[in-house]
Nanobody, 129 residues
Framework: QVQLVESGGGLVQAGDSLRLSCTASGRTFSSYGMGWFRQAPGKEREFVAAISWITGYTHHADSVKGRFTISRDNAKNTVYLQMDSLKPEDTAIYYC??????????????????????WGQGTQVTVSS
């Protein structure tokens, strides 16, 4: 079993920055990819960013492109989400996800929730105007 633990959320003002972290632990961890999703009240969980654990390729949703950056530290089994120029519409619970079994290519499936086997408990990000 794999556990994902997120940290770094909080309450900030518009224009501020936050960095979220997600560390994987449990059985020997190997992954095809990790991602960040978010869910605002009354809305569906949506894709934010993904990174291939093997190649380091990244992909960001259009809504965060240029403001958010996903990165990884393989040695620490940790993925990060650097969030700059935050907006009130970024307010949501942010979830980390990991793909630990092959479910098709990363490039074709990286933004799809079913691609990921494991999910963290979520961390709240609130951006005030």
């Amino acid at each position: 079993q794999v556990q994902l633990v997120e940290s770094g959320g909080g309450l900030v003002q518009a224009g501020d920055s936050l960095r979220l972290s997600c560390t994987a632990s449990g059985r020997t961890f190997s992954s095809y990819g990790m991602g960040w999703f978010r869910q605002a009240p009354g809305k569906e969980r949506e894709f934010v960013a993904a990174i291939s654990w093997i190649t380091g390729y990244t992909h960001h949703a259009d809504s965060v492109k240029g403001r958010f950056t996903i990165s990884r530290d393989n040695a620490k089994n940790t993925v990060y989400l650097q969030m700059d120029s935050l907006k009130p519409e970024d307010t949501a619970i942010y979830y980390c996800a990991a793909s630990a079994s092959y479910r098709g290519s990363w490039s074709a499936n990286k933004a799809d929730r079913p691609y990921y086997d494991y999910w963290g408990q979520g961390t709240q990000v609130t951006v005030s105007s």
